[in-house]
T-cell receptor, first 115, second 114 residues
Framework: DADVTQTPRNRITKTGKRIMLECSQT?????MYWYRQDPGLGLRLIYY???????NKGEISDGYSVSRQAQAKFSLSLESAIPNQTALYFC??????????????FGPGTRLTVL | AQSVTQPDIHITVSEGASLELRCNYS??????LFWYVQSPGQGLQLLLK??????LVQGIKGFEAEFKRSQSSFNLRKPSVHWSDAAEYFC????????????FGQGTELSVKP
């Protein structure tokens, strides 16, 4: 079984709709991240969470919100989707201890299309 | 502020040829450096990482990278490319005080000719 899972894997929605992307992990990591990937721009950080009570904005948080329901779950919401939020979204986790510090483990991604 | 530049958006090499993907970073101290690979339709997989010590690091799938502080570079190399290496490659930088956040480069797409 995959350590970091994302649902749905693909989603097509319309402008103005609310949509939630979900991420679950079985790695036992405290830290979780949401990124979006756009061609030619690499991955940009949307939000990150160091534990259930610690949520922080990333580089491009406008138009997004998150919820950390448990250590293992971190959801990303688009309250009113717009076409320029069409992108590939990745969830990642990390464990700040020892040799794995800073190393992030990625889910398979969710491809979101906003019409 | 930290930044990462991958100067080559797309590279094509012949199967069996050597490969070097460039990565330059901007950071005030010694950063943590990573190379990830993204195969089509897949998430990102870590190829290798550098935290400290030997500046030549070995990774999975026959890849290696060399940290050159004087050039602020962390280039990825492979002596002989296989068709299955076709993918997008991302360089990333983190810091001991960055709280685990990574800054990613724009990515380099690698195509492999038969």
């Amino acid at each position: 079984d995959a350590d970091v899972t994302q649902t749905p894997r693909n989603r097509i929605t319309k402008t103005g709709k609310r949509i939630m992307l979900e991420c679950s992990q079985t790695k036992g990591h405290d830290r979780m991240y949401w990124y979006r990937q756009d061609p030619g721009l690499g991955l940009r950080l949307i939000y990150y969470s160091f534990d259930v009570k610690d949520i922080n904005k990333g580089e491009i948080s406008d138009g997004y919100s998150v919820s950390r329901q448990a250590q293992a779950k971190f959801s990303l919401s688009l309250e009113s989707a717009i076409p320029n939020q069409t992108a590939l979204y990745f969830c990642a986790t990390s464990d700040p201890q020892g040799d794995s510090y800073n190393e992030q483990f990625f889910g398979p991604g969710t491809r979101l299309t906003v019409l | 502020a930290q930044s990462v530049t991958q100067p080559d958006i797309h590279i094509t090499v012949s199967e069996g040829a050597s490969l070097e993907l460039r990565c330059n970073y901007s950071y005030g101290a010694t950063p943590y450096l990573f190379w990830y690979v993204q195969s089509p339709g897949q998430g990102l997989q870590l190829l290798l990482k550098y935290f400290s010590g030997d500046t030549l690091v070995q990774g999975i799938k026959g890849f290696e990278a060399e940290f050159k502080r004087s050039q602020s570079s962390f280039n990825l190399r492979k002596p002989s490319v296989h068709w299955s290496d076709a993918a997008e490659y991302f360089c990333a930088v983190g810091s001991p005080t960055g709280g685990g956040k990574l800054i990613f480069g724009q990515g380099t797409e690698l195509s492999v000719k038969p």
